[in-house]
């Protein structure tokens, strides 16, 4: 027996519409996605579940997102708040992490020259909230208007957060960022 919607449309079929489209955003998007969680948490197993559990949902609420448009930006916000309620729950502060993963190959860019890599794990130790505004302001390379959008904060507070990570950064990285920690007088 076929159910039928008043609209005359199988809704077996408008499930496997759905179904293709939301297959078909995931297989776009989730290198780019898993990008984004990995310098969100700087761990490839927390991204990979990160990004398991942000497209997870989305897939839920996949038929009442209507700005089809600002799926990425919907997509990055369930990360950034997934992330953070991870960071505050406290059996993840009992957790201990550990240097060496069994089998486990590391991989690095090949365009990289390490640089890139070690400015990443000083970004890795930045306050949450100045990292996510990193993340998404110069990785992501989104407007101030849309990482405050993203975050629900002001653009005020994305100008600030992002300065002050800046100016950390620059002051433990001086010969990551090619400076000397202090600005030479004139």
Same mark, same amino acid.
Not at 46 to 72: C, G, I, N
């Given at each position: 027996?076929?159910? &039928? ?5 199988? &809704? ?11 297959? =078909? ?10 990008? $984004?969680?990995?310098?969100? $948490? ?11 559990? =942000? ?17 990425? =930006? ?20 009992? #957790?201990? $992490? /550990? ?6 190959? /590391? $991989? ?14 000083? &970004? ?19 407007? #101030? ?9 002001? &653009? ?5 957060? =992002? /300065? ?23």
């Amino acid at each position: 027996m076929q159910v &039928v919607v008043d609209s005359g449309v199988d &809704v077996g079929e408008r499930a496997a519409a759905r179904d293709a489209d939301f297959t =078909a955003y995931m297989t776009a998007r989730q290198p780019a996605l898993l990008r $984004t969680a990995y310098l969100l $948490t700087g761990d490839r197993h927390s991204a990979e579940d990160l990004v398991q559990v =942000a497209l997870a949902k989305l897939y839920l609420s996949w038929d009442k997102v209507q700005k089809r448009d600002q799926l990425d =930006a919907y997509v990055r916000r369930i990360m950034v708040n997934e992330n953070n309620s991870l960071w505050r729950r406290p059996w993840k502060r009992r #957790e201990v $992490t /550990s240097d060496l993963v069994p089998d486990f190959a /590391s $991989t690095s860019d090949v365009y990289d020259e390490g640089q890139s890599a070690a400015l990443w794990e000083f &970004v890795q130790t930045l306050p949450p909230k100045q990292k996510t505004v990193v993340v998404l302001r110069y990785y992501e390379e989104l407007s #101030e208007a849309e990482v405050a959008s993203t975050l629900g904060i002001s &653009v005020g507070t994305v100008k600030s957060q =992002a /300065s002050r990570a800046l100016a950390t950064l620059r002051e433990r990285a001086p010969e990551v960022l090619g400076r000397t920690g202090r600005e030479e007088e004139r």
